[in-house]
Protein backbone atom coordinates (compact mmCIF):
# COMPACT_ATOMS: atom_id res chain seq x y z
CA UNK A 1 0.00 0.00 0.00
CA UNK A 2 1.60 3.80 -1.30
CA UNK A 3 1.34 6.09 1.06
CA UNK A 4 0.42 8.75 -1.48
CA UNK A 5 -3.58 9.66 -1.30
CA UNK A 6 -5.59 7.90 -3.87
CA UNK A 7 -7.22 9.98 -6.15
CA UNK A 8 -11.61 9.72 -5.05
CA UNK A 9 -12.36 8.84 -9.03
CA UNK A 10 -10.59 7.25 -12.07
CA UNK A 11 -10.12 9.70 -14.55
CA UNK A 12 -9.60 7.78 -17.53
CA UNK A 13 -13.06 5.36 -16.66
CA UNK A 14 -14.88 8.97 -16.08
CA UNK A 15 -14.06 10.78 -19.11
CA UNK A 16 -15.03 7.60 -21.22
CA UNK A 17 -18.43 7.54 -19.08
CA UNK A 18 -19.12 11.18 -20.20
CA UNK A 19 -19.34 11.97 -23.84
CA UNK A 20 -17.18 14.48 -24.32
CA UNK A 21 -15.22 15.99 -27.39
CA UNK A 22 -12.00 15.18 -28.67
CA UNK A 23 -10.54 18.46 -27.79
CA UNK A 24 -12.51 18.36 -24.73
CA UNK A 25 -10.91 15.24 -23.68
CA UNK A 26 -7.55 16.36 -24.98
CA UNK A 27 -7.78 19.25 -22.78
CA UNK A 28 -8.63 17.21 -19.56
CA UNK A 29 -6.27 14.82 -20.31
CA UNK A 30 -3.34 17.57 -20.90
CA UNK A 31 -4.64 18.93 -17.40
CA UNK A 32 -4.71 16.06 -15.33
CA UNK A 33 -0.96 14.85 -16.66
CA UNK A 34 0.02 18.58 -15.24
CA UNK A 35 -1.88 17.78 -11.85
CA UNK A 36 -0.08 14.63 -11.43
CA UNK A 37 3.02 16.18 -11.83
CA UNK A 38 2.87 19.32 -10.21
CA UNK A 39 0.36 19.36 -7.70
CA UNK A 40 -0.49 22.59 -7.09
CA UNK A 41 -3.94 21.90 -6.27
CA UNK A 42 -3.06 20.50 -3.56
CA UNK A 43 -0.74 22.96 -2.02
CA UNK A 44 -3.54 25.70 -2.98
CA UNK A 45 -6.03 23.36 -0.89
CA UNK A 46 -4.19 23.65 2.20
CA UNK A 47 -3.41 27.33 1.91
CA UNK A 48 -7.34 27.43 1.65
CA UNK A 49 -7.71 25.34 4.72
CA UNK A 50 -5.16 27.07 6.51
CA UNK A 51 -7.29 30.21 5.56
CA UNK A 52 -10.46 28.94 6.59
CA UNK A 53 -9.05 27.76 9.93
CA UNK A 54 -7.76 31.64 10.95
CA UNK A 55 -11.18 32.87 9.86
CA UNK A 56 -13.33 30.67 11.52
CA UNK A 57 -11.66 32.10 14.97
CA UNK A 58 -12.74 35.82 13.71
CA UNK A 59 -16.25 36.88 15.28
CA UNK A 60 -18.77 37.51 12.04
CA UNK A 61 -18.63 40.68 10.05
CA UNK A 62 -21.07 42.60 9.34
CA UNK A 63 -21.36 41.60 5.36
CA UNK A 64 -21.24 37.71 6.40
CA UNK A 65 -23.81 38.02 8.98
CA UNK A 66 -25.73 40.02 6.63
CA UNK A 67 -24.92 38.16 3.40
CA UNK A 68 -24.19 40.88 1.63
CA UNK A 69 -20.51 39.06 0.54
CA UNK A 70 -22.17 38.00 -2.65
CA UNK A 71 -22.71 41.80 -3.60
CA UNK A 72 -20.03 43.38 -2.38
CA UNK A 73 -16.90 40.64 -2.95
CA UNK A 74 -16.07 42.29 -5.77
CA UNK A 75 -14.65 45.77 -3.90
CA UNK A 76 -12.21 43.60 -1.39
CA UNK A 77 -8.99 43.90 -3.78
CA UNK A 78 -9.44 47.67 -3.74
CA UNK A 79 -8.92 47.69 -0.04
CA UNK A 80 -5.05 46.87 -0.81
CA UNK A 81 -4.83 50.55 -2.18
CA UNK A 82 -4.16 51.71 1.31
CA UNK A 83 -1.38 49.41 1.75
CA UNK A 84 -0.12 50.48 -2.30
CA UNK A 85 0.37 53.82 -1.23
CA UNK A 86 2.10 52.74 2.05
CA UNK A 87 4.09 50.22 -0.16
CA UNK A 88 4.87 53.15 -2.76
CA UNK A 89 6.16 55.59 0.09
CA UNK A 90 8.72 53.37 1.24
CA UNK A 91 10.01 52.34 -1.47
CA UNK A 92 10.06 56.34 -2.42
CA UNK A 93 11.88 57.07 0.69
CA UNK A 94 14.62 54.22 0.72
CA UNK A 95 15.13 54.92 -3.45
CA UNK A 96 15.45 58.62 -2.04
CA UNK A 97 17.72 58.63 0.59
CA UNK A 98 19.72 56.46 -1.35
CA UNK A 99 19.49 59.21 -4.35
CA UNK A 100 20.35 61.90 -1.30
CA UNK A 101 23.77 60.70 -1.28
CA UNK A 102 24.68 61.90 -4.94
CA UNK A 103 22.71 65.13 -5.44
CA UNK A 104 23.14 68.57 -4.39
CA UNK A 105 20.79 71.56 -4.27
CA UNK A 106 23.08 74.10 -5.93
CA UNK A 107 22.39 76.29 -9.30
CA UNK A 108 25.97 77.20 -9.25
CA UNK A 109 27.93 76.88 -12.69
CA UNK A 110 26.46 76.01 -16.10
CA UNK A 111 24.57 73.56 -16.46
CA UNK A 112 24.35 73.87 -13.09
CA UNK A 113 25.38 71.30 -10.03
CA UNK A 114 22.08 70.42 -9.62
CA UNK A 115 21.48 68.95 -13.02
CA UNK A 116 25.37 67.94 -13.61
CA UNK A 117 24.37 65.91 -10.59
CA UNK A 118 21.65 64.17 -11.88
CA UNK A 119 23.85 63.22 -15.00
CA UNK A 120 26.02 61.63 -12.63
CA UNK A 121 23.54 59.81 -11.39
CA UNK A 122 22.06 59.10 -14.79
CA UNK A 123 25.13 57.83 -16.84
CA UNK A 124 28.13 57.17 -14.49
CA UNK A 125 26.85 55.84 -11.43
CA UNK A 126 26.42 52.51 -10.57
CA UNK A 127 22.47 51.25 -10.87
CA UNK A 128 22.14 55.33 -10.95
CA UNK A 129 19.74 55.18 -13.68
CA UNK A 130 17.97 52.71 -12.29
CA UNK A 131 17.57 53.92 -8.64
CA UNK A 132 16.24 57.38 -10.39
CA UNK A 133 13.81 55.30 -12.06
CA UNK A 134 12.89 53.29 -8.84
CA UNK A 135 11.85 56.72 -7.46
CA UNK A 136 9.86 58.20 -9.68
CA UNK A 137 8.27 55.49 -10.68
CA UNK A 138 7.10 54.75 -7.18
CA UNK A 139 6.29 58.21 -6.61
CA UNK A 140 4.13 57.99 -9.68
CA UNK A 141 2.60 54.91 -8.89
CA UNK A 142 1.88 56.67 -5.02
CA UNK A 143 -0.08 59.63 -6.43
CA UNK A 144 -2.46 56.67 -8.33
CA UNK A 145 -2.74 54.70 -5.70
CA UNK A 146 -3.61 57.45 -3.28
CA UNK A 147 -5.84 59.07 -5.50
CA UNK A 148 -7.53 55.02 -6.09
CA UNK A 149 -7.34 54.49 -2.26
CA UNK A 150 -9.89 57.87 -1.66
CA UNK A 151 -12.22 56.67 -4.52
CA UNK A 152 -12.56 53.51 -2.69
CA UNK A 153 -13.13 54.91 0.48
CA UNK A 154 -15.70 57.65 -1.09
CA UNK A 155 -17.59 54.86 -2.87
CA UNK A 156 -18.08 52.23 0.34
CA UNK A 157 -18.67 54.70 1.81
CA UNK A 158 -15.90 54.46 4.52
CA UNK A 159 -15.68 58.04 5.24
CA UNK A 160 -18.83 57.99 7.40
CA UNK A 161 -19.23 58.43 11.24
CA UNK A 162 -17.05 57.83 13.33
CA UNK A 163 -14.23 58.12 10.55
CA UNK A 164 -14.39 61.58 9.82
CA UNK A 165 -11.13 62.11 11.39
CA UNK A 166 -9.37 59.85 8.65
CA UNK A 167 -11.39 61.54 5.93
CA UNK A 168 -9.54 64.52 6.77
CA UNK A 169 -6.42 63.64 7.38
CA UNK A 170 -6.74 61.52 4.02
CA UNK A 171 -7.15 64.90 2.45
CA UNK A 172 -4.07 66.40 3.88
CA UNK A 173 -2.51 63.38 2.79
CA UNK A 174 -3.45 63.74 -0.62
CA UNK A 175 -2.24 67.04 -0.52
CA UNK A 176 1.30 66.32 0.64
CA UNK A 177 1.43 63.73 -1.51
CA UNK A 178 1.03 66.04 -4.34
CA UNK A 179 2.98 68.78 -2.59
CA UNK A 180 6.03 65.76 -2.41
CA UNK A 181 5.80 65.26 -6.17
CA UNK A 182 5.90 69.37 -7.20
CA UNK A 183 9.03 69.67 -4.93
CA UNK A 184 10.80 66.94 -6.34
CA UNK A 185 10.24 67.82 -9.84
CA UNK A 186 11.77 71.01 -9.16
CA UNK A 187 15.23 69.53 -8.04
CA UNK A 188 16.89 68.67 -11.33
CA UNK A 189 16.81 72.28 -12.09
CA UNK A 190 16.34 71.45 -15.48
CA UNK A 191 14.15 73.54 -18.02
CA UNK A 192 10.85 71.67 -16.89
CA UNK A 193 11.44 72.15 -13.54
CA UNK A 194 12.55 75.84 -13.70
CA UNK A 195 9.06 76.33 -15.45
CA UNK A 196 6.99 74.34 -12.93
CA UNK A 197 8.48 76.85 -10.39
CA UNK A 198 7.95 79.73 -12.21
CA UNK A 199 4.13 78.93 -12.27
CA UNK A 200 4.32 78.26 -8.69
CA UNK A 201 5.53 81.20 -7.78
CA UNK A 202 3.11 83.05 -10.33
CA UNK A 203 0.35 81.14 -8.50
CA UNK A 204 1.37 81.64 -5.42
CA UNK A 205 1.50 85.53 -5.98
CA UNK A 206 -1.87 85.28 -7.25
CA UNK A 207 -3.41 84.21 -3.81
CA UNK A 208 -5.18 87.62 -2.59
CA UNK A 209 -3.20 89.14 0.43
CA UNK A 210 -0.89 86.27 1.36
CA UNK A 211 0.13 85.97 -2.12
CA UNK A 212 3.75 87.79 -1.70
CA UNK A 213 4.33 86.29 1.85
CA UNK A 214 3.62 82.95 0.51
CA UNK A 215 6.09 83.34 -2.83
CA UNK A 216 8.85 84.57 -0.07
CA UNK A 217 8.08 81.56 2.26
CA UNK A 218 7.84 78.57 -0.48
CA UNK A 219 10.17 80.37 -2.92
CA UNK A 220 12.11 82.04 -1.16
CA UNK A 221 11.79 85.09 -3.52
CA UNK A 222 9.51 86.32 -6.01
CA UNK A 223 12.25 85.23 -9.14
CA UNK A 224 13.81 81.57 -8.89
CA UNK A 225 17.31 81.21 -7.72
CA UNK A 226 19.51 79.13 -5.47
CA UNK A 227 16.81 80.64 -2.31
CA UNK A 228 14.36 78.36 -4.34
CA UNK A 229 15.94 75.29 -5.13
CA UNK A 230 17.23 75.30 -1.87
CA UNK A 231 13.76 75.71 -0.22
CA UNK A 232 12.47 72.99 -2.82
CA UNK A 233 14.94 70.44 -0.99
CA UNK A 234 14.64 71.30 2.63
CA UNK A 235 10.72 70.63 2.02
CA UNK A 236 11.16 67.51 -0.06
CA UNK A 237 13.93 65.56 2.00
CA UNK A 238 13.53 67.18 5.21
CA UNK A 239 9.71 68.43 6.21
CA UNK A 240 7.73 66.26 4.31
CA UNK A 241 8.80 62.98 5.09
CA UNK A 242 8.69 63.90 8.87
CA UNK A 243 5.20 65.09 8.59
CA UNK A 244 3.86 62.65 5.93
CA UNK A 245 5.46 60.09 8.00
CA UNK A 246 3.94 60.86 11.12
CA UNK A 247 0.47 61.51 9.10
CA UNK A 248 0.45 58.17 7.74
CA UNK A 249 1.11 55.99 11.11
CA UNK A 250 -2.13 58.31 12.66
CA UNK A 251 -3.87 57.66 9.26
CA UNK A 252 -3.11 53.20 9.63
CA UNK A 253 -3.12 53.58 13.63
CA UNK A 254 -6.76 55.20 13.59
CA UNK A 255 -8.07 52.42 11.23
CA UNK A 256 -6.64 49.93 13.47
CA UNK A 257 -8.15 51.47 16.41
CA UNK A 258 -11.57 51.82 14.80
CA UNK A 259 -11.58 48.58 12.73
CA UNK A 260 -11.96 48.92 8.84
CA UNK A 261 -15.34 50.11 7.61
CA UNK A 262 -18.25 47.64 6.98
CA UNK A 263 -19.79 48.53 3.85
CA UNK A 264 -22.44 51.19 4.00
CA UNK B 1 -25.16 11.40 -13.25
CA UNK B 2 -25.22 9.77 -17.04
CA UNK B 3 -26.06 12.85 -19.11
CA UNK B 4 -22.76 14.10 -19.98
CA UNK B 5 -23.79 17.80 -20.43
CA UNK B 6 -26.56 19.89 -18.73
CA UNK B 7 -27.93 20.98 -21.69
CA UNK B 8 -27.18 19.26 -25.22
CA UNK B 9 -26.74 21.24 -27.89
CA UNK B 10 -30.15 19.71 -29.52
CA UNK B 11 -32.85 22.45 -27.87
CA UNK B 12 -30.75 25.28 -27.83
CA UNK B 13 -28.06 26.70 -30.23
CA UNK B 14 -27.45 29.72 -28.31
CA UNK B 15 -26.45 28.63 -24.75
CA UNK B 16 -23.19 27.93 -23.96
CA UNK B 17 -22.03 24.02 -23.46
CA UNK B 18 -21.34 23.11 -19.86
CA UNK B 19 -19.78 20.29 -18.58
CA UNK B 20 -19.93 19.15 -15.16
CA UNK B 21 -17.15 17.49 -13.87
CA UNK B 22 -15.97 16.77 -10.32
CA UNK B 23 -15.42 19.12 -7.89
CA UNK B 24 -11.33 18.24 -7.68
CA UNK B 25 -10.96 18.23 -11.29
CA UNK B 26 -12.42 21.09 -11.56
CA UNK B 27 -10.04 22.60 -9.56
CA UNK B 28 -7.25 21.14 -11.94
CA UNK B 29 -8.81 22.97 -14.72
CA UNK B 30 -9.32 26.37 -12.63
CA UNK B 31 -5.64 26.35 -11.43
CA UNK B 32 -4.08 24.86 -14.58
CA UNK B 33 -6.29 26.57 -17.47
CA UNK B 34 -5.97 29.80 -15.53
CA UNK B 35 -1.58 29.19 -15.43
CA UNK B 36 -1.71 28.56 -18.58
CA UNK B 37 -3.94 31.40 -20.46
CA UNK B 38 -1.63 33.69 -18.02
CA UNK B 39 2.11 32.24 -19.13
CA UNK B 40 0.37 32.83 -23.15
CA UNK B 41 -0.86 36.25 -22.84
CA UNK B 42 2.33 37.62 -20.97
CA UNK B 43 4.73 35.49 -23.35
CA UNK B 44 2.72 36.97 -26.10
CA UNK B 45 3.16 40.33 -25.29
CA UNK B 46 6.71 39.97 -24.36
CA UNK B 47 6.89 38.13 -28.03
CA UNK B 48 5.29 40.91 -29.51
CA UNK B 49 7.53 43.13 -28.19
CA UNK B 50 10.24 41.78 -29.32
CA UNK B 51 9.20 41.21 -32.57
CA UNK B 52 8.27 45.28 -32.96
CA UNK B 53 11.07 46.47 -30.49
CA UNK B 54 8.38 47.94 -27.78
CA UNK B 55 6.66 49.34 -30.90
CA UNK B 56 9.07 51.54 -31.90
CA UNK B 57 9.96 49.92 -35.39
CA UNK B 58 8.32 50.93 -38.46
CA UNK B 59 6.06 48.62 -40.08
CA UNK B 60 8.29 47.68 -42.82
CA UNK B 61 10.71 47.00 -40.53
CA UNK B 62 9.35 44.19 -37.86
CA UNK B 63 9.99 40.97 -37.55
CA UNK B 64 6.84 39.85 -38.99
CA UNK B 65 6.66 35.52 -38.50
CA UNK B 66 7.43 36.35 -34.65
CA UNK B 67 4.74 39.61 -34.31
CA UNK B 68 2.08 37.01 -35.60
CA UNK B 69 3.30 34.57 -33.41
CA UNK B 70 2.84 37.15 -30.29
CA UNK B 71 -0.59 37.78 -32.00
CA UNK B 72 -1.32 33.74 -31.89
CA UNK B 73 -0.16 33.44 -28.26
CA UNK B 74 -2.10 36.16 -27.15
CA UNK B 75 -5.10 34.60 -28.98
CA UNK B 76 -4.32 31.27 -27.91
CA UNK B 77 -4.22 31.76 -24.01
CA UNK B 78 -8.09 33.68 -24.26
CA UNK B 79 -9.43 30.36 -25.76
CA UNK B 80 -7.81 28.51 -23.03
CA UNK B 81 -9.26 30.30 -20.89
CA UNK B 82 -12.51 30.88 -22.92
CA UNK B 83 -12.73 26.99 -23.17
CA UNK B 84 -12.09 26.50 -19.21
CA UNK B 85 -15.06 28.09 -18.37
CA UNK B 86 -17.27 25.34 -19.98
CA UNK B 87 -16.03 23.07 -17.10
CA UNK B 88 -18.12 23.20 -13.69
CA UNK B 89 -18.26 21.38 -10.57
CA UNK B 90 -21.55 19.61 -9.94
CA UNK B 91 -23.84 21.69 -7.90
CA UNK B 92 -22.34 24.78 -9.52
CA UNK B 93 -25.14 27.44 -10.90
CA UNK B 94 -24.47 29.36 -13.79
CA UNK B 95 -23.52 32.70 -12.62
CA UNK B 96 -26.87 35.01 -13.97
CA UNK B 97 -29.22 31.89 -12.75
CA UNK B 98 -27.78 31.13 -10.05
CA UNK B 99 -27.75 34.37 -8.44
CA UNK B 100 -29.57 34.45 -4.75
CA UNK B 101 -30.10 37.70 -4.35
CA UNK B 102 -32.84 39.89 -5.49
CA UNK B 103 -32.98 42.07 -8.66
CA UNK B 104 -33.89 45.24 -6.42
CA UNK B 105 -30.65 46.68 -5.36
CA UNK B 106 -30.50 45.52 -1.76
C1 LIG C 1 -0.41 58.90 1.77
C2 LIG C 1 -1.65 58.60 1.50
C3 LIG C 1 -2.46 57.52 2.21
C4 LIG C 1 -2.05 56.35 2.78
C5 LIG C 1 -0.63 55.78 2.87
C6 LIG C 1 -3.25 55.71 3.28
C7 LIG C 1 -3.26 54.48 3.92
C8 LIG C 1 -4.42 53.85 4.37
C9 LIG C 1 -4.51 52.47 4.77
C10 LIG C 1 -3.36 51.44 4.75
C11 LIG C 1 -5.79 52.25 5.16
C12 LIG C 1 -6.39 50.90 5.63
C13 LIG C 1 -7.53 50.48 4.70
C14 LIG C 1 -7.18 50.41 3.26
O1 LIG C 1 -6.02 50.10 2.93
O2 LIG C 1 -8.07 50.67 2.42
C15 LIG C 1 -6.52 53.49 5.04
C16 LIG C 1 -7.84 53.70 5.37
C17 LIG C 1 -8.54 54.89 5.20
N1 LIG C 1 -8.12 55.97 4.46
FE1 LIG C 1 -6.23 56.24 3.77
N2 LIG C 1 -4.34 56.50 3.03
C18 LIG C 1 -3.90 57.61 2.36
C19 LIG C 1 -4.68 58.64 1.87
C20 LIG C 1 -6.03 58.79 2.12
C21 LIG C 1 -6.90 59.76 1.47
C22 LIG C 1 -6.45 60.74 0.40
C23 LIG C 1 -8.15 59.60 2.03
C24 LIG C 1 -9.43 60.36 1.76
C25 LIG C 1 -9.48 61.63 1.51
C26 LIG C 1 -8.07 58.53 3.00
C27 LIG C 1 -9.11 58.12 3.81
C28 LIG C 1 -9.12 56.93 4.49
C29 LIG C 1 -10.20 56.46 5.33
C30 LIG C 1 -11.50 57.23 5.64
C31 LIG C 1 -9.85 55.18 5.78
C32 LIG C 1 -10.68 54.25 6.65
C33 LIG C 1 -11.39 53.34 5.67
C34 LIG C 1 -12.08 52.16 6.30
O3 LIG C 1 -12.09 52.06 7.55
O4 LIG C 1 -12.61 51.34 5.52
N3 LIG C 1 -6.79 58.05 3.01
N4 LIG C 1 -5.66 54.45 4.53
Do not use: C
Not at chain 2, 14 to 26: G, N, S
Not at chain 2, 29 to 44: C, L, Q, Y
Amino acid sequence: MSLERKDEYDHGEWMREKNLTPVETTFLTVLIWMDKRFRIVDYLEILETLYYRVNMQMPKSHTEQYNLDNKFWYWYPLYALGSFSTIAYVVAALSGALLGFYYAPATTGDPTTAYNQLAFIMTELNFGFMLRSIHRWSAQVMVAAVFLHMLRVYFTGAYKEPRELNWIIGIILISLTMVFGYTGYLLPWDQLAFWAGQIGVEMSLSIPLAGEWVAQLLFGGFSLGQATLQRMYIIHVFLLPFVVTTLIAVHIGIVWIQGIAEPH
Amino acid sequence: MDSSTDDTDADEETRAREVEVPLHLYKVVTVFSTMFAVAFVVGGFIVLDTATQRARLDFGEMNLPLAILGVAMIAAGALVYAFATRFRAEGMGKPKDGSDEPSNNG
